[in-house]
């Protein structure tokens, strides 16, 4: 038997021998493989090129062992191949697996906060005049608290709404009547603008108190505007929330920064006027407060009152709610309880 007989069937043992240990592992070893035993520099081909120097009358039968041989890597390798291939499959859909008959994990659905959605429908109403939204800070300068709405030092309004101080100069706004400062300073008339947010005063939490609440500012500066516009505008906004049948009426009170100024109520969304227990007999409920925009509050915002007049108005957002609702603690709003909040879906 030639040597190049010889050495082809030690390579076919070689290569079985490799096969075996390479089983179970990566595609890329079997491709290492290939290179190693059929590889234009592999083994195989430096015995065929040695084939030349062989008698004529051998080549045959060597050229055949070499194709047998060539034959059974090429087959050994493929079905090598094909059996990781399958194992990497197999694993990965067991990694992958997805249980579609679990019980899926049901998305809690939030809703909006009673507040948020009463603030919101005040504020589109106005928006629906023409009004643009303005906000200012919850910590603020006395200056805009107090001082530039005409409430000096020492002046009674400072008692009925005492606040938490953060320093000598910076309080809890008390109202949000500071926005209409910001705003008079920053804008030049026609000014139409709503403004709401969270107010603070130190009162005792009760059903009808709270030491943090909301108001919604209302703001219109602008030449020749007069008390008939605030209730014409007062007006719309009354029929627009609590329906096409409401009245206001205005009664005489005072604020420091307006002048003249009143107090507004509307007639009773629960009797509709006649009196009932909602409002203690009445027929009428308060829902804000307003005027004509001070002269000295203008000046202190470099807005001419010889040229411009405005009105301003400031509603009570939780008693607005506590009314639309028929909610008669406002404590309900601030203790977060999911039995409460789901009514307002
Ligand atoms: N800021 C006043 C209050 O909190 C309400 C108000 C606003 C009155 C604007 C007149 C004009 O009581």
């Given at each position: 038997?030639?040597?190049?007989?010889?050495?082809?069937?030690?390579?076919?043992?070689?290569?079985?021998?490799?096969?075996?240990?390479?089983?179970?592992?990566?595609?890329?070893?079997?491709?290492?493989?290939?290179?190693?035993?059929?590889?234009?520099?592999?083994?195989?081909?430096?015995?065929?090129?040695?084939?030349?120097?062989?008698?004529?009358?051998?080549?045959?039968?060597?050229?055949?062992?070499?194709?047998?041989?060539?034959?059974?890597?090429?087959?050994?390798?493929?079905?090598?191949?094909?059996?990781?291939?399958?194992?990497?499959?197999?694993?990965?859909?067991?990694?992958?697996?997805?249980?579609?008959?679990?019980?899926?994990?049901?998305?809690?659905?939030?809703?909006?906060?009673?507040?948020?959605?009463?603030?919101?429908?005040?504020?589109?109403?106005?928006?629906?005049?023409?009004?643009?939204?303005?906000?200012?800070?919850?910590?603020?300068?006395?200056?805009?608290?107090?001082?530039?709405?005409?409430?000096?030092?020492?002046?009674?309004?400072?008692?009925?709404?005492?606040?938490?101080?953060?320093?000598?100069?910076?309080?809890?706004?008390?109202?949000?009547?500071?926005?209409?400062?910001?705003?008079?300073?920053?804008?030049?008339?026609?000014?139409?603008?709503?403004c709401p947010g969270?107010?603070?005063?130190?009162?005792?939490?009760?059903?009808?108190?709270?030491?943090?609440?909301?108001?919604?500012?209302?703001?219109?500066?602008?030449?020749?505007?007069?008390?008939?516009?605030?209730?014409?505008?007062?007006?719309?906004?009354?029929?627009?929330?609590?329906?096409?049948?409401?009245?206001?009426?205005?009664?005489?009170?005072?604020?420091?920064?307006?002048?003249?100024?009143?107090?507004?109520?509307?007639?009773?969304?629960?009797?509709?006027?006649?009196?009932?227990?909602?409002?203690?007999?009445?027929g009428w409920i308060e829902?804000?407060?307003?005027?004509?925009?001070?002269?000295?509050?203008?000046?202190?915002?470099?807005?001419?009152?010889?040229?411009?007049?405005?009105?301003?108005?400031?509603?009570?957002?939780?008693?607005?709610?506590?009314?639309?609702?028929?909610?008669?603690?406002?404590?309900?709003?601030?203790?977060?309880?999911?039995?409460?909040?789901?009514?307002?879906?």
């Amino acid at each position: 038997m030639s040597d190049l007989k010889q050495e082809l069937s030690r390579l076919r043992h070689t290569f079985d021998e490799a096969i075996g240990v390479v089983q179970g592992h990566s595609s890329q070893a079997v491709e290492q493989l290939r290179v190693q035993f059929l590889g234009k520099k592999g083994e195989l081909t430096s015995i065929l090129r040695s084939m030349g120097q062989l008698p004529a009358d051998e080549r045959p039968a060597v050229g055949q062992l070499a194709n047998q041989v060539r034959e059974h890597m090429e087959s050994g390798l493929e079905g090598l191949l094909a059996t990781i291939k399958s194992n990497e499959r197999e694993l990965r859909l067991k990694l992958d697996r997805i249980d579609v008959t679990l019980p899926g994990q049901r998305l809690l659905q939030g809703t909006r906060h009673p507040l948020t959605k009463v603030i919101d429908e005040i504020c589109s109403v106005f928006v629906g005049m023409g009004f643009s939204i303005a906000e200012g800070p919850e910590v603020e300068l006395d200056e805009y608290n107090f001082e530039l709405l005409r409430i000096p030092e020492g002046h009674p309004a400072r008692d009925t709404q005492d606040t938490f101080y953060i320093t000598d100069s910076m309080v809890l706004r008390t109202q949000t009547s500071p926005v209409q400062i910001r705003v008079m300073k920053e804008q030049k008339p026609p000014i139409k603008v709503v403004c709401p947010g969270k107010v603070y005063r130190s009162d005792a939490l009760d059903a009808t108190h709270s030491p943090i609440f909301h108001q919604i500012e209302g703001l219109v500066v602008d030449r020749g505007v007069t008390m008939g516009d605030l209730v014409g505008s007062l007006q719309l906004f009354a029929r627009q929330l609590f329906g096409e049948k409401t009245e206001i009426r205005l009664r005489p009170h005072h604020f420091p920064f307006t002048e003249p100024s009143c107090e507004v109520d509307i007639t009773c969304w629960s009797c509709g006027g006649t009196g009932c227990r909602t409002c203690k007999g009445e027929g009428w409920i308060e829902v804000l407060g307003a005027g004509m925009v001070h002269p000295g509050v203008l000046r202190n915002c470099g807005i001419d009152p010889e040229v411009y007049s405005g009105f301003a108005f400031g509603i009570g957002v939780e008693r607005t709610a506590m009314g639309r609702y028929g909610i008669d603690d406002i404590r309900n709003f601030y203790e977060n309880d999911l039995r409460f909040l789901r009514q307002f879906r």
